[in-house]
């Protein structure tokens, strides 16, 4: 991971090489407060991740947004 820059309090923009689970493509992830949104400029994926921090890791999980 290689962290970006700090925006506003409580806020940290990070990008994820290779972190798109669609193409492959860097991800770029917000982290705030409320939660997380990341975007790939790729392929222009958005996606609003669940985040859980233990044991000094960072998970992050794309839930499905629905069932066909």
């Not at 798109?20 to 997380?36: K, M, N, P, Q, S």
């Not at 790939?40 to 999980?61: A, F, I, Q």
Request: net charge negative; with cysteine.
């Amino acid at each position: 991971m290689k962290l970006e820059h700090e925006t506003t309090a409580g806020e940290h923009d990070v990008a994820i090489p290779g972190g798109c689970i669609l193409c492959g493509g860097d991800l770029a992830v917000r982290f705030r407060t409320e939660g997380a949104v990341s975007f790939c400029p790729r392929c222009n994926w958005l996606s609003h991740p669940r985040v859980r921090r233990e044991d000094g890791n960072v998970y992050m999980t794309h839930p499905a947004g629905g069932l066909a």
